[in-house]
C-alpha cells in the first residue's frame, strides 16, 4: 500500500512524489530505501492525482495536527501547482487546517521555469529550505543538484523572494562534518535572505 499521508510527532506529512533533481550525500534513497524513519513505503510506483491525495487528507481530522507539512521521498514543489490547489481545495470544504509547512530543496523556480512564490502568499505558512552549505563548493558535494552551481544561485534567490511573502523560511543545514565555523556562516547567510537557519540531526543509515 503506498503512502501519501503519514503521521509523525503529531504533524500530518503529505508524500505526492519520488521527483528528485538532487542526489544528495545523506538521502536514504541511495541506499536503496522505500521509506525512512516516518514511514516505511514511501516510494511510490504510481504518483497520486491532487484528486487522490485530497480524499486522502479528507479522511483525517486535520485540525488535529499541530502541522501539515508537503514533504515525502522527493521535492515536493515538482507538484507545487497541486499542493496550492490542495490548500485551497482543503479550505473551500470548511477543512480547519493546521499551519501548512513545505520541505523544500528552494529549486521550484528553476524546476518550473517561473517565480511561484507569490502564489504561496495566504496559502503557506513555513518553507523549510535545504541549505547544506555556506559556498557553492559546499553545497555541490552534499547535494549533487542537476543543474549544478546554477541550482545553488536559484535556491538562495528563491529563498529571499520567499521571505517577502512567507511568513516563516527556515533553511536547514545536517549537522554531519560541519565546523562551528561552517555553522556560523550558514547562519549568517540565512539571516541575509531573511531567513533562520535550523540545524538537524545526521541520522544514520
Known amino acids: 500500500m503506498e503512502t501519501i499521508s503519514y503521521e509523525y510527532e503529531g504533524a500530518l506529512y503529505v508524500n505526492l512524489t519520488n521527483r528528485c533533481d538532487c542526489a544528495c550525500v545523506f538521502c536514504l534513497r541511495h541506499n536503496g530505501h522505500k521509506g525512512s ?23 483525517r481530522d486535520l485540525g488535529a495536527y499541530r502541522e501539515l507539512v508537503f514533504c515525502g521521498f522527493g521535492e515536493p514543489m515538482y507538484r507545487t501547482d497541486d499542493i496550492l490547489w490542495l490548500v485551497d481545495a482543503l479550505r473551500a470544504r470548511g477543512a ?16 518550473l521555469g517561473r517565480d ?11 518553507l523549510s529550505i535545504s541549505l547544506n552549505g555556506s559556498t557553492p563548493e559546499e553545497y555541490l558535494a552534499v547535494t549533487h543538484p542537476r543543474d549544478g552551481e546554477a541550482a545553488w544561485h536559484a535556491m538562495l534567490d528563491f529563498t529571499q523572494k520567499a521571505a517577502a511573502q512567507v511568513p516563516q ?4 543545514i545536517v549537522d554531519k562534518d560541519k565546523s ?21 540531526s545526521y541520522i544514520e543509515d
Not at 117 to 125: S, Y
Open 37 to 59: 524513519i516516518y514511514a516505511d513505503d514511501l516510494w511510490l510506483d504510481h504518483e497520486p492525482t491532487r484528486e487522490e491525495a485530497l480524499d486522502n487528507l479528507l479522511t
Open 96 to 111: 480547519a487546517l493546521p499551519p501548512v509547512r513545505i520541505n523544500t530543496n528552494g529549486h521550484a523556480n528553476l524546476i
Open 116 to 126: 511561484v512564490t507569490p502564489e504561496l502568499k495566504g496559502r503557506i505558512d513555513t
Open 169 to 172: 523560511v527556515v533553511m536547514t
Open 180 to 200: 562551528p565555523e561552517e555553522i556560523g556562516r550558514c547562519r549568517q547567510l540565512a539571516q541575509d535572505l531573511g531567513a533562520t537557519l535550523r540545524i538537524r
